[in-house]
């Protein structure tokens, strides 16, 4: 009888086939062929494998991860939203280290796009005075000293500055 229980004993490891170690199931993903209804490899050695794939085969991959992303395009955003909204600290460091690695290439950028948009820029910036939008105010209110904290807390100053600059206008005749 003790020798029926002792075939019956469930084994709990596995021999990994590529580097020959001993670990236990849950290091081997599930094949329904494979032995014990496991791979023959262990997750660290086909992650060496697949990683030696990818470097061999770049165009392959690229293409892979394109479509890849274009199938799930709607979760990748919306994880990626709700990352960036829970995790505002971690964006906010990212966005800093980033700005120090590429900030000349980001000014270059803002340099050409201006020069190459410079009459739309003073178009809409001249629309933005017209219309008196809350954009203009708020850089007004900072010209003037105010910090952005102060003009957040005080609504009203960005009233009484459109209520100042309209009054300026009439009386100077400016439109």
Known sequence: MQGVRN???VMETKKCSK???EYG???FQKCKLGKFGLRAECNKCRA????QKR??????EKVKRASSYTRNKEKIC??????TKNNPEIIKEKNKNNYLKHGSKYRQRQREYYINNKLNIRTKRNESVKQ???AYLKYQLRKGGFTLNEI???SELIEVKKIIIQTKRLVYGIN
């Open 48 to 51: 060496y494998r697949m990683n």
């Open 78 to 83: 919306e994880k990626k939203r709700l990352f």
């Open 25 to 27: 199931f849950s290091f």
């Open 55 to 60: 470097k061999e085969n770049p165009e392959k």
């Open 152 to 154: 957040h807390s005080f």
């Open 132 to 134: 008196l939008e809350p």
């Open 19 to 21: 580097c020959g170690v």
């Open 7 to 9: 075939t019956n004993k």
